[in-house]
């Protein structure tokens, strides 16, 4: 079973950046696609971004032209660039492993990180 260990949240102004990350342990990091997901207070998880075992990329609308998902295999780790932040980008993220057909995650949730972006 794969362990997700997020990191990178904070606080950050409107039109700042961060970069978020996801150590994952196990072997099957490197075969399958990794998703980050985003559930803000009041609303259900939804997905951000995707990222395919041979690196071709999914967004969401809302974020699209300003967040970049990437993977590094060799180091079993995922990561989110978010640039030109929004108010509405507030949110606990998240990554896990998601089956490409249905763009949905399986397995476990790692403890998510917080982003808050001040107006």
């Known amino acids: 079973q794969v362990q997700l260990v997020e990191s990178g949240g904070g606080l950050v102004q409107a039109g700042g950046s961060l970069r978020l990350s996801c150590a994952a342990s196990g072997s099957i990091f490197s075969i399958n696609a990794m998703g980050w997901y985003r559930q803000a207070p009041g609303k259900e998880r939804e997905l951000v971004a995707v990222i395919s075992s041979g690196s071709n990329t999914y967004y969401a609308d809302s974020v699209k032209g300003r967040f970049t998902i990437s993977r590094d295999n060799a180091k079993n780790t995922l990561y989110l660039q978010m640039n030109s932040l929004k108010p509405e980008d507030t949110a606990v993220y998240y990554c896990?492993?998601?089956?490409?057909?249905?763009?949905?995650?399986?397995?476990?949730w790692g403890q998510g990180t917080q982003v808050t972006v001040s107006s």
């Open positions: 896990a492993p998601t089956r490409i057909a249905t763009m949905r995650p399986f397995g476990s």
